[in-house]
């Protein structure tokens, strides 16, 4: 949110600056209300685009031998301790956050009031007159707001100057109403940038010169009533007859204009600035960006069989969870290396070796649980372990909170329960990127075995693991 209103700020500064300094006294004025609001608009938007440019990474690097650390796992098991699953989706920026939102609030709230009264005096009874409809009111001077124009009680019944008529029915005729909507709303959400009140005010100026070049051709008798018409103030978000400072508007009316050539050169020059300062801007949130590489090893394999459980072996399960897994990451745009593709027996070290050689963002083993149901009848659920070393230096260990970050996504939506363990596995603690093994459940009960083979619960669990990934990796 801070980068937003960053970019947003030195975008309306710079345009701001091309206005006051190019713009502002040439008397181009229809061109200046739509530089002013279109430019207001783009302030917004642009910083929301980013374009993602994703860079090709291919690497071919063989696999080769290996072997099986079922024994270093199930001696693991024995002094396993639980870790607490630790939700990391809390930002530093909640405060700013905070403070943004109350504003956003107050100012929604002020916007909804204003809009209340103007509504307020519509829904009063009024006199139809060229178009426009005049409807008495308390206020000390008159404004309009679309086609109704608002008059002070006490001049209801006097001569109103026509260049008056004419002044507000130009508000009327060309939607300065809306103008000043849009405006309101835009500086409701981008409140925070001080440039936004800047060119809200000088859309509010804007207006009053167009009204001012239109109705003020003779330019004494005008500056007349100008100044007999300007005490008092209309209510916010309505075009007034004196709503912008009286000094500003007189040294306009009496500014010459310069030629047509001069107006075309400075608009030109500009626009030209502006279009480089929004090429430039999007060019800021332009990211070449490097797909995630998540590393998947499926554990044992070939002579190693793992846990069997009947006619149910873990590496054949684990193996067919990890193309599943791969196949939804790499739809996603994740670059996937798996160690093994096929029933092949890879030695413990030669995984760790091959691993270490890719640049990988997350190394994940998947293995299945087993503990004899004589034991453990009734034991179930996924477990998540980490390395011992992780675990020391918590607080600071980057390897550490994005596994942690892992566990809290897949927590969050995982139906059964599921354990954060550490432990001193090879894989884990000897491998260059974050790393965890998941025991994705328990074949020796019957009930979960049953699930873990099943087609509809293999791509809803791969599913919610793929998923997971992603949103760690984000």
């Known amino acids: 949110m801070i980068e937003y209103f960053i970019h947003s700020t030195l975008f309306l500064g710079t345009v701001y600056l091309i206005y006051q300094l190019m713009l502002k006294n040439t008397k181009a004025f229809q061109f200046n209300r739509i530089f002013l609001l279109t430019t207001f608009l783009l302030t917004l938007i642009l910083p929301l685009i980013e374009f993602e440019i994703q860079a090709n990474d291919e690497l071919g690097l063989p696999l080769g031998e290996s072997t099986n650390f079922f024994k270093d796992k199930q001696k693991a098991i024995e002094n396993q301790k639980t870790v607490e699953v630790v939700d990391t989706s809390h930002s530093p920026l909640l405060s700013f956050q905070n403070i943004y939102l109350l504003g956003l609030l107050l100012l929604s709230a002020r916007f909804i009031f204003r809009l209340f009264n103007l509504i307020q005096l519509i829904n009063k009874k009024g006199t139809k007159k060229n178009g426009l409809v005049f409807i008495s009111t308390k206020e000390e001077t008159v404004f309009s707001f679309f086609n109704y124009i608002f008059i002070p009680k006490k001049d209801i019944e006097s001569t109103i100057p026509a260049e008056l008529i004419e002044h507000e029915k130009v508000h009327a005729i060309q939607l300065h109403s809306l103008d000043l909507i849009i405006s309101e709303l835009a500086s409701i959400i981008a409140w925070i940038n001080p440039f936004v009140w800047m060119m809200k005010r000088s859309i509010e100026q804007n207006h009053e010169f167009i009204a001012d070049d239109k109705v003020g051709k003779e330019k004494e008798a005008y500056c007349s009533i100008l100044l007999n018409s300007s005490k008092g103030k209309q209510l ?239």
């Open 236 to 474: 916010p978000m309505s075009s007034g007859f004196s709503y912008q400072s009286l000094k500003k508007r007189i040294k306009m009316i009496y500014r010459n204009k310069p030629s047509k050539q001069k107006i075309m050169k400075k608009v030109s020059i500009a626009l030209t600035i502006t279009i480089i300062a929004v090429v430039f801007s999007s060019f800021q949130n332009i990211h070449l960006i490097k797909p995630y590489t998540v590393i998947i090893d499926a554990g044992h394999g070939g002579k190693d069989k793992g846990a069997i459980s009947e006619t149910v072996y873990e590496a054949d399960l684990s193996l067919l969870y990890a193309q599943l897994i791969s196949k939804k990451l790499e739809a996603k745009g994740i670059k996937v290396i798996q160690l093994r593709e096929n029933d092949q027996f890879i030695e413990l070290n030669e995984r760790v070796r091959l691993a270490n050689q890719y640049n990988a963002d997350l190394l994940l083993s998947l293995h299945l649980n087993y503990i004899p149901p004589s034991q453990f009848p009734n034991k179930k659920g996924m477990e998540l372990y980490i390395s011992n070393k992780y675990i020391q230096g918590s607080d600071t260990n980057y390897r550490y909170k994005k596994i942690m970050n892992l566990a809290s996504v897949l927590n969050q939506n995982y139906e059964g329960e599921l354990k954060v363990l550490p432990a001193p596995f090879t894989i884990l603690r000897e491998s260059n990127c974050a790393s965890a093994l998941i025991e994705l459940g328990f074949i020796s009960n019957e009930e979960e075995k049953a699930k873990l083979v099943s087609q509809d619960y293999q791509d809803e669990l791969s599913t919610l693991i793929a998923e997971s990934i992603v949103n760690s990796l984000d």
